[in-house]
T-cell receptor
């Protein structure tokens, strides 16, 4: 089956970098995603990466993809209190006609003042 | 404003009493989907729809029904709710599916918290 795993909790001091990790079992997805869920809200896309890329940077966000180890990470530089949320990694479909987006369990990021 | 609207946001009901959670999007999206979020399990897909009158099962369809009679609406129906359906439910939509050849971004509703006693 397709599993996507994340640690449930992460605490980081304000101003430090946060690194949220994700591992998956099936490497045939073409796209991998990071979504953010703020308290009481739905998920919002933060960024995504195509599977033939190793890294993608977007302002304070850096996504690293290691296909060999089936490992995806999200680094948030200069973490702020507004970054407190649950972060979900997700992997896209593995073939045409398959509309399955598989989400991880989510990592709750807590910022320590 | 482009959005996915779910109602109700909160509902407490009793076992066996049929209920419907509505979902509507104003973005002319073809693809719509329902997820449930449970602690430690992440989001699991219940049903999805590629277009009007086209629906398919996700990972956890048991106990749920859906319909897609119009492009903008995708209601989730619990014919006989049970306590194990207590959960946070999300409706989401995207332009044309979750994307194998191209990334498709899902737009999520704010969620509906359902408690079945």
């Amino acid at each position: 089956g397709e599993d996507v795993e994340q640690s449930l909790f992460l605490s980081v001091r304000e101003g430090d970098s946060s690194v949220i990790n994700c591992t998956y079992t099936d490497s045939s997805s073409t796209y991998l995603y990071w979504y953010k869920q703020e308290p009481g809200a739905g998920l919002q896309l933060l960024t995504y990466i195509f599977s033939n890329m190793d890294m993608k940077q977007d302002q304070r966000l850096t996504v690293l993809l290691n296909k060999k180890d089936k490992h995806l990470s999200l680094r948030i530089a200069d973490t702020q209190t507004g970054d407190s949320a649950i972060y979900f990694c997700a992997k896209g479909p593995t073939n045409f006609g398959n509309e399955k987006l598989t989400f991880g369990t989510g990592t709750r990021l807590t910022i320590i003042p | 404003e482009a959005q996915v609207t779910q109602n109700p946001r909160y509902l407490i009901t009793v076992t066996g009493k049929k209920l419907t959670v509505t979902c509507s999007q104003n973005m002319n999206h073809e693809y719509m989907s329902w997820y449930r979020q449970d602690p430690g399990l992440g989001l699991r897909q219940i049903y999805y729809s590629m277009n009007v009158e086209v629906t398919d099962k996700g990972d956890v369809p048991e106990g749920y029904k859906v319909s897609r009679k119009e492009k903008r609406n995708f209601p989730l129906i619990l014919e006989s709710p049970s306590p194990n359906q207590t959960s946070l439910y999300f409706c989401a939509s995207s332009l044309s599916g979750t994307g194998f050849a191209g990334a498709n971004v899902l737009t999520f509703g704010a969620g509906s918290r359902l408690t079945v006693l």
